[in-house]
């Protein structure tokens, strides 16, 4: 299957300081791309859409002035967490799928530990 | 909201067929059932889908009944290496760039040796 790979797989940050997680699909071009939250012993919760050279579509109650996306090719989005706080320490993955696929492919997510 | 319900955890022997439940009484005439899986710290994993017929891959089979308003995920030989969250889920089939992958609670299905 297709890969998407992710990084830094994990970061440790302090208070008030800006996060880039990166997201690429490596042997496809993603159309869309999503992002996803977890926070321990939860499901993903869904945060955003990202078509490539459109804005994000947010979901509710997700900060989109906090939670930078950014998808300016088909085979690389960004997610940045910016001034992040201790509450925003949650685990963040990323999917991606093709113009043809009916695949949503993972990838294996990035530890974010703010301090 | 997930349009589907699953059993919080569920246990099962090594080598044994491992059958997840998933109710999804909701759905729709164009929307799939997706099962994917997450082991512990990992991203999910694609495991199978299907619309109305029975599938069967080299990971799993999945059973839908007649009226699609339940299915059952079936991994035949479970091995240690199989536990972990089940997500059934239920979607359209990315025609719509809308169409997106809401995960519920999902079922954690612990395989014991």
């Known amino acids: 299957g297709a890969v998407v790979s992710q990084h830094p797989s994990w970061v440790i940050c302090k208070s008030g300081t800006s996060v880039k997680i990166e997201c690429r699909s490596l042997?496809?071009?993603?159309?869309?791309m999503f992002w996803y939250r977890q926070f321990p012993k939860q499901s993903l919760m869904l945060m955003a859409t990202?078509?490539?050279?459109?804005?994000?579509?947010?979901e509710q109650g997700v900060e989109k002035d906090k939670f930078l996306i950014n998808h300016a090719s088909l085979t690389l989005s960004t997610l940045t967490v910016t001034s992040a706080h201790p509450e925003d320490s949650s685990f963040y993955i990323c999917?991606?799928?093709?113009?043809?696929?009916?695949?949503?492919?993972f990838g294996p997510g990035t530890r974010l530990t703010v301090t | 909201d997930a349009k589907t319900t699953q059993p919080p955890s569920m246990d099962c022997a090594e080598g044994r067929a491992a059958n997840l439940p998933c109710n999804h009484s909701?759905?729709?005439?164009?929307?799939?059932v997706y099962w994917y899986r997450q082991i512990h710290s990992q991203g999910p994993q694609y495991i199978i889908h299907?619309?109305?017929n029975n599938e069967t891959n080299e990971m799993a089979s999945l059973i839908i009944t007649e009226d699609r308003k339940s299915s059952t995920l079936i991994l035949p030989h479970a091995t240690l290496r199989d536990t972990a969250v089940y997500y059934c889920?239920?979607?359209?089939?990315?025609?719509?760039?809308?169409?997106?992958?809401?995960f519920g609670k999902g079922t954690r299905l612990h395989i014991l040796p």
């Open positions: 999917s991606a799928a093709g113009r043809t696929s009916y695949e949503q492919y």
């Open positions: 990202s078509n490539e050279g459109s804005k994000a579509t947010y």
């Open positions: 909701t759905i729709s005439g164009n929307e799939y």
């Open positions: 299907g619309l109305k």
């Open positions: 889920i239920v979607r359209g089939y990315l025609t719509n760039r809308d169409d997106k992958i809401i």
């Open positions: 042997d496809f071009q993603a159309t869309t």
